[in-house]
C-alpha cells in the first residue's frame, strides 16, 4: 500500500511559479511510476506530467511542455512539479498518482495510488 500526500499550490499570479511536492511512503518508491494529473472545474481529470519508473521524467502534456518541470528525488521518496510561467487555464486541483512498475503513464485507469489532491489558482 502506498498513500500519496501532495503539498504547494495556493493562489499564484498569471507569469509567476510554484512548485508542488508528493511525498509517498512505503518502500521500493523507485519501482514506481509517478504521474501528475489535474482536474479543472467541469471538465475530465487530465495528465500533466510523469517519470516512469524504467525510464525518465520526460512526460508532458503538450498544454504544459517548456512551462512544467517534473522530477522525483527517490532518496525522500518524493516527486515534484515545478509549475512556471503559469496561465489562468491552468487552475486546477492537482494530483499526484503512482503504479508499480507501471510503462503506460499518461491514463489514469492504469495509476492505483492517488494523492487527495492540492488546489492551484492561477488569477490573471
Known amino acids: 500500500q502506498v498513500q500519496l500526500v501532495e503539498s504547494g499550490g495556493g493562489l499564484v499570479q498569471a507569469g509567476g511559479s510554484t512548485r508542488l511536492s508528493c511525498a509517498a511512503s512505503?518502500?521500493?518508491?523507485?519501482?514506481?511510476?509517478m504521474g501528475w494529473f489535474r482536474q479543472a472545474p467541469g471538465k475530465e481529470r487530465e495528465f500533466v506530467a510523469a517519470?516512469?519508473?524504467?525510464?525518465?521524467?520526460?512526460y508532458y502534456a503538450d498544454s504544459v511542455k517548456g512551462r512544467f518541470t517534473i522530477s522525483r528525488d527517490n532518496a525522500k521518496n518524493t516527486v515534484y512539479l515545478q509549475m512556471n510561467s503559469l496561465k489562468p487555464e491552468d487552475t486546477a486541483v492537482y494530483y499526484c498518482?503512482?503504479?508499480?512498475?507501471?510503462?503506460?503513464?499518461?491514463?489514469?485507469?492504469?495509476?492505483?495510488?492517488w494523492g487527495q489532491g492540492t488546489q492551484v489558482t492561477v488569477s490573471s
Open positions: 517519470c516512469r519508473w524504467s525510464g525518465g521524467c520526460t
Open positions: 498518482a503512482a503504479d508499480y512498475r507501471q510503462l503506460y503513464y499518461s491514463e489514469e485507469g492504469f495509476y492505483d495510488y
Open positions: 512505503g518502500r521500493a518508491f523507485s519501482s514506481y511510476t
